[in-house]
């Protein structure tokens, strides 16, 4: 649960959340396992944190196939 530490953009659709992907704080995403969820923050390289209804969770971003 708790509170995203960013606003979701509500200006542009959820994109499908996948490991080769690069993502923006505040994107939202939908996850194939958690459902829709909040871009907090990028953790540095190859790390996303997103905020899903059951909480953060640190997951692969920008990898190539």
Same mark, same amino acid.
């Given at each position: 649960g708790g509170k995203a530490l960013?606003?979701?953009?509500?200006?542009r !659709? #959820?994109?499908q959340y996948s490991t080769s992907a690069? *993502?923006? !704080?505040g +994107? &939202?995403?939908?996850?194939p396992s *958690?459902? #829709?969820g909040i871009v907090e923050r990028v953790l540095g390289p190859g790390?996303? +944190?997103i905020h899903f209804a059951e909480g953060s969770k640190v997951l692969a971003m920008? &990898?190539?196939a």
């Open positions: 960013v606003a979701a953009d509500m200006t !659709p #959820p994109v690069s *993502f923006a !704080p +994107q &939202r995403v939908e996850h *958690f459902g #829709p790390k996303v +944190q920008g &990898r190539s």
